[in-house]
């Protein structure tokens, strides 16, 4: 089977102005790692990044989180056939279409993914939920694909990613995400073994990042995008003006919890 086109400079042209657009519509990117991420994954093995679907910015943050933690591996994502017709450019860029709504969906995905993961430079992102659901929403199965990947493609690394989207003290959200510790399935693990494995290393990883975001300890991350805060309104203004006329600095932040947790 094809593989699906991934083109390294269209991808990476793409993520630097995604970049630019993540900075202007959130304060910040931060990251956590279960496992010193520079190390956890051997070269020479093909990479499953699977996360939980909370958001529309899912795909984006996943490819930023690629270009700068995996950017030697090709990236490769599935998204539903329909949203790929209207979305054309991400043809090029790794993703390839499943009809969800078929039975030859499934099939499409094994054989497309098996076709990727033979080569250890691969890097497979997914949402097994199939579905958008909140993030602390535990409740919703994971796809039986994945599970059936990992009880049939040897010498392959899954990663579970958690992911949200919360609001702290300024008026845009942040990204937080964290990345689970790496499994690796044998060829003695059924698919029921693997499929339970799975989703209880992705539901921890995302009890453990909403344990750090309910903190709201900016500390506990380390960032693509350092958090900052903006003037948001003619009163950040006018409080600028007045820490100018008294010779002092003008912090725009919102409250003291984020300045301490930094210093």
């Not at 900075?23 to 190390?39: K, N």
């Not at 990883?205 to 903006?230: C, G, K, W």
Request: aromatic letters at 12%; proline letters at 7%; one cysteine or more.
């Amino acid at each position: 089977m094809s593989l699906p086109e991934s083109r390294a400079w269209l991808v990476d042209g793409f993520c630097r102005y995604t970049h630019r657009m993540v900075s202007r519509r959130f304060t910040a990117f931060g990251v956590q790692f279960a496992e010193p991420i520079a190390s956890c994954v051997p070269r020479d093995q093909a990479l499953v990044v699977y996360a939980n679907h909370a958001s529309w910015w899912d795909p984006i943050t996943a490819m930023l989180l690629r270009k700068s933690y995996f950017s030697d591996r090709i990236l490769y994502a599935p998204i539903d056939a329909e949203a790929l017709k209207a979305y054309r450019i991400f043809s090029k860029m790794g993703f390839f279409g499943i009809h969800l709504d078929r039975l030859s969906g499934a099939s499409d995905f094994l054989k497309s993914s098996r076709a990727i993961l033979a080569d250890p430079r691969s890097s497979l992102w997914v949402t097994p939920e199939g579905r958008f659901a909140d993030c602390r929403d535990h409740s919703q199965p994971l796809m039986p694909g994945l599970a059936h990947i990992a009880a049939s493609v040897p010498s392959v690394s899954f990663l579970p990613l958690a992911i949200e989207y919360p609001f702290w003290e300024e008026p845009r959200p942040m990204i937080a995400v964290r990345f689970g510790p790496r499994q690796v399935f044998d060829g003695d693990v059924s698919k029921r073994e693997c499929s339970e494995q799975l989703e209880k290393a992705l539901r921890q990883t995302q009890h453990d990042l909403a344990a750090s975001v309910m903190l709201r300890q900016a500390n506990l991350f380390e960032y693509l995008i350092a958090p900052r805060a903006a003037r948001t309104s003619w009163y950040d203004t006018v409080r600028a003006w007045v820490a100018w006329y008294h010779g002092q600095p003008f912090d725009p932040r919102h409250s003291t919890v984020t300045r301490n947790s930094q210093s």
